[in-house]
């Protein structure tokens, strides 16, 4: 039998699209192995968003040459579309693959050749990838969208992934249903802009999650990956308020908090538009995590403009935040400006608002003391079964028995060292 590892650099679509791939190649009779170990196959899945990233992933592509010399190297993704030419000096790779034709990988990997094409990546179609079951336990992600169309100044993703496009609101509502039937319990809708998600056909982000809701028994939990602030619309919110299953987590990058440096990044909203929208959200939903994230060390951004940003995500009061230094990616609008900044300053900046964020996620997660809360279980080490809360707050609770894919109602008693601590206070919602 022959043997393939995978290596998976980047986001979640990514992780989606790599699982597809396992699950096809060992359907068609191969046998995965570790990425440490020799196998007859590798396949690479790369991403280019940052510097940090693309350089793991060539690093990924060495590794893997070096541990089989004769091994079949298969570079799929991101990195393959932006940087064609140097991965082409590399005499070693079989298959390159970049956004286009990644629903053929397996069967490229059978005849040993594939054509790569990365010309016309703003004319492309939906390709799906099969999935029926994922390697978390209990939450399990679903690619429903592709491709970005808003060019962002900063971002390469637009380059690297093409045009937006949306899988079929049908298929997608047959691979849940594969998925919750293989015991999963949470899904997280995943894409590269998923509140465009329909917009090239006639759904939208809110009738593919009723559909969800309405269609897919068993499933208790719904999570939304990343949204951007201008598509969280009325009808998006009155879903979620008439539904337990859509998580009161909404995760809205925000990038900036001062107006200039928004308009150089090319975002379509200011920082008072994004205020005055979360508080509306908070409105209607009291306890609900917001969270963000915020590229620091913009090409020009001043200590002042940085100071702007910082003061902004106090005023936002967000429950974390994900924070990166900016990374100069080639070809976007940005790499043409003026003043770039020092690696230092990026670091430092980061550093303050990294500090900043574990702050703020203490005080959001320590609202949840003395308060009842829905845990779903999923791992379970030294006695104490750990969980989330639909707002992504981890909670653990002592427990004989491991609870793991399992529902239970807790009250959290106390918080300490960055984790909310429980009792189960009644048997399991649905198990
Ligand atoms: S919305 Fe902006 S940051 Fe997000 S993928 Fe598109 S271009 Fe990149």
Known sequence: MKTFAIATLGCKVNTFESESYIESLSESGYQQ???????????????????????????????AIRQNSHAMICVVGCYVQTNQNELNEIERIDLLIGAKHKSK?????????????????R???????????????????????????????????????????????????????SLVGSGHKEIVLSGIHIGRYG?????????????????????????LSSIEITEITEQLLDLMASSEK?????HIPVQSGCDSVLKRMNRPYTSGEFYDRIQAIRHRFEMISISTDIIVGFVGESEEEFQTTAKFADKCRFSFMHIFPYSMR??????????HLDTNTKKSRAAQLILKSNQMKIRYDMQFVNKEVSVLFESYQNGIAIGHTGEYVLVNVISDESLNNQCHRVWITHHKQGRNYGVLVKKAVET
Do not use: W
């Open 33 to 63: 192995v570790d990425f440490k170990e020799s196998a007859d196959i590798y396949i690479i899945n790369t991403c280019s968003v940052t510097n940090t990233a693309a350089s793991k992933s060539r690093q990924k592509i060495h590794q």
């Open 105 to 121: 990988l397996v069967e490229y990997i059978h005849q040993g050749y594939g054509d790569v094409d990365i010309n016309d990546q």
């Open 123 to 177: 004319d492309m179609s939906f390709e799906s990838l099969p999935l029926k079951h994922f390697s978390h336990q209990t939450r399990a992600f679903l690619k429903i969208q592709d491709g970005c169309d808003q060019f962002c100044s900063y971002c390469i993703i637009p380059f690297a992934r093409g045009n937006e496009r949306s899988a079929l609101s049908d298929d997608l509502i047959d691979m849940a249903k």
């Open 199 to 223: 917009k090239d056909g006639n759904d939208d982000l809110t009738y593919l999650l009723k559909r969800l809701v309405d269609e897919v028994d068993g499933l208790l939990r719904i999570r």
């Open 246 to 250: 859509i998580v009161r987590h909404l």
């Open 330 to 339: 080639v070809n976007t609008a940005a790499a043409q400006l003026i003043g």
